[in-house]
């Protein structure tokens, strides 16, 4: 399943694939438009989302 951000800027929507969601998201502050190329604040519960993933990841991992 993939997530959409909408750009704040210029209201483009970038999807994000699951694997950057539990990769990268939980980490990053910010994520670049891919259409005007400015920052945009990742979402609170995208990075709480994020993190669940990659702590569950984890934990099957072992
Ligand atoms: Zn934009």
Request: negative net charge; aromatic residues 12%.
């Amino acid at each position: 399943m993939d997530y959409i951000i909408f750009c704040d800027h210029c209201g483009m929507p970038k999807p994000i694939v699951e694997h950057i969601m539990r990769e990268y998201f939980w980490i990053a502050q910010q994520v670049y438009c891919n259409n005007c190329e400015k920052p945009n604040q990742i979402p609170k519960y995208l990075q709480e989302l994020s993190l669940e993933m990659h702590k569950e990841r984890n934990d099957k991992s072992d």
